[in-house]
Structures are given as C-alpha cells and as structure tokens.
C-alpha cells in the first residue's frame, strides 16, 4: 500500500472511531445540559452531574463496546501475538505477567515522580482538581470502572497503536519519530497539561512495546492495569478519611523500585522478541511479520 492510500486509511479509521464515540455519547447527553441549563446550574455543576451520571456511562460503554466489535470484526485492527506467537505457553503466561509488572511500574513511577517534586496540585491546580473529579466520578459505578479500566484502554490502544502508530510505520517513519509521536497524541487526547506530561513517557513505553511484538495484547494488558491502580487508588482515597502523610523517603524507594519493574520489563520483551526481520533505519523499508 503506498504511503497516501495508508494515510487516506488511517484518517478514515480516526474519523470513523471520532464518529463512533462521540456521537453517541454527545448526543446522548443533550438531555443532561438541557436540564442543567434548564435549571440554572454552573457550567462545573452540568460537568459534575456529566461525570456522575450513569445514564451518560452507560452511553460511553456502548460507544466502547461498538468501537471494539467493528474495528476489530472488520480486521481495521489485528489482535494477534505477532512476534510473541514464536513463544511457547509458559513464555506467554510470563509476557502477560511482565506486561502486568510494566503497567504497575508506569503507574507508581508517575504518582511517585510528582510527589517527590512536590506534588501535582502544585504545578496544575486546576488540571489535578478536574482529574480526581473524573476518577472519583468513575469509582462510584460498576459502570464507570468498566469502561475506565477495561473498555476505554481497548480502544484506545486501538486507536493509538492500532491505527496511528502502525500506520505511521507502514509508511516508513523511522520508529523514533513514529513512537514519541504517536505517543503524544496518546498523551494530548487525554485533554490536560498534567496527564500530557505524565502520560507521554507511558505513550513512548507501550508504543515501543508495541513496536517491538507487533501486538496490541501486551499494550491493552499494561493500559488496563495501569488504569485499573488509578482508578482503585480514587475509589480508596475517596472512601478513606485517613490523611497520612506519606515520608520522601517512602516516595524515593517507590519511584526507584517502579523504574526498575519498567526497565527489568522493557529488557525482557527486548531479548525474548528478538525480530527475525531487520529493524528498520531511515530510508529502509520496514518488513512486518505476517499477524
């Protein structure tokens, strides 16, 4: 496929998946603001009662569930081992327990990083305010925890290593600039100065994986535990009227220990991955294994 027929495809997907998920949500919760408005309520009030709404949840995990079913039944994306298919069995249940270990690494490595530097409420206020609102909404509700730790990592592994980031390397990006990138799109969806800085290293990581394996499983694996300490740690924090104090100590032994769980894991899927083909160089043509 030449490079303006993948970019043609690609933006096609984008839009498709665009269309698909915020349409039903968006209009689906027309009646939310009409109301709000109807009532006179602040703008963070109708946003507040947005989070909260199980009705406007529910229409998310349908817009997920649709995503899921028509990407990946009309093959836009492939869910296949890739590299990882030359592995046997147990090397497998290993991979899906390393790609556990990467997620809880990148999770604690960025909660710890901003505590040691003084927290997120001190360099974004307002951005840390609107998170833990979203988190604390999504914890209330066995809907909200699906989509947050489940359905929303799927598809946005989908859309960002499924679409974007392969066809970026399809057509030829030398996969140093294809990987940040992709990864800062990832980063920059998420709508936050915060969640753009804490998220993209995260983006780099997973990309590269998914670069590496030729597989979007370990990148989904990672995305959703990672989602699922996040949203768990809001649902404790939201339920616990307990305010200790955590030590700098504490925070320096957690960050030091998370790097290296994301480094020891990095090291494994680099060694047990090891491409048959050659890795690609700029002005080289990039040979994909058959998924």
Not at 48 to 54: G, I, M, P, T
Not at 106 to 132: H, K, N, Q, T
Not at 161 to 184: D, E, T
Request: one cysteine or more; charged letters at 15%; a positive charge.
């Amino acid at each position: 496929m030449s490079k303006g027929k993948e970019l043609w495809r690609a933006i096609k997907l984008f839009l498709l998946y665009t269309v698909i998920g915020e349409t039903i949500t968006g209009l689906g919760a027309i009646p939310l603001l009409f109301r709000g408005l109807s009532n006179h309520m602040s703008k963070e009030a109708i946003l507040e009662s947005f989070y909260e709404s199980n009705y406007v949840k529910l229409l998310e995990c349908t817009s997920y569930l649709l995503i899921i079913i028509i990407f990946t039944n009309n093959r836009y994306v492939k869910m296949s081992l890739g590299r990882m298919a030359r592995m046997n069995r147990s090397t497998l249940w290993t991979a899906i327990g390393i790609a556990v270990m990467i997620g809880v690494g990148c999770m604690f490595s960025d909660v710890s990083f901003w505590e040691l530097i003084g927290g997120e409420d001190s360099y974004f206020p307002e951005d840390a305010e609107r998170i833990e609102r979203i988190y604390g909404a999504m914890c209330k509700g066995v809907l909200g925890m699906l989509a947050g730790t489940i359905l929303a990592p799927i598809c946005e592994e989908i859309l960002c290593r499924g679409i974007i980031l392969r066809s970026m390397l399809k057509m030829r990006w030398h996969p140093w600039v294809a990987i940040p990138m992709s990864g800062l799109i990832f980063a920059v969806m998420h709508g936050t100065t915060l969640q753009t800085i804490s998220i993209l290293p995260f983006g780099i990581i997973i990309g590269w994986l998914y670069w590496r394996t030729k597989s979007l499983l370990p990148c989904i694996v990672i995305h959703m535990v990672n989602n699922a300490i996040a949203i768990g740690s809001a649902y404790l924090f939201e339920t616990s009227d307990d305010d200790t104090e955590v030590s700098m100590k504490v925070w320096v032994i957690l960050f030091t220990i998370s790097i290296s769980l994301i480094a020891f894991g990095i090291n494994w899927y680099r060694m047990k991955t090891q491409p048959q083909y050659k890795s690609i160089s700029l002005g080289e043509s990039q040979n994909y294994p058959k998924e």
